[in-house]
């Protein structure tokens, strides 16, 4: 998981800063278990307002597929 968009909170902790906040990325033997495996991290992420969407990998999976 790598962040941008965060700041440092009072307690050492680290909190958003606004937009798009955290990429989460996942690696497998191919491409259907590294995007599973990558939300299997969001579902470990929980923040208030917290938003993402579910269909950029499988859009690229759709991309990869097609020039096979």
Do not use: C, P, W
Request: glycine content about 16%; charged content about 20%.
């Amino acid at each position: 998981m790598f962040h941008a968009g965060t700041a440092a909170d009072a307690h050492g902790g680290v909190m958003t800063a606004g937009g798009r906040v955290l990429t989460v990325v996942g690696r497998g033997a191919t491409y259907e278990d590294a995007i599973a495996r990558a939300y299997q991290g969001v579902e470990r992420i929980n923040f208030e307002g917290m938003q993402y969407r579910s269909d950029i990998g499988r859009k690229a999976l759709g991309i990869a597929k097609s020039h096979a």
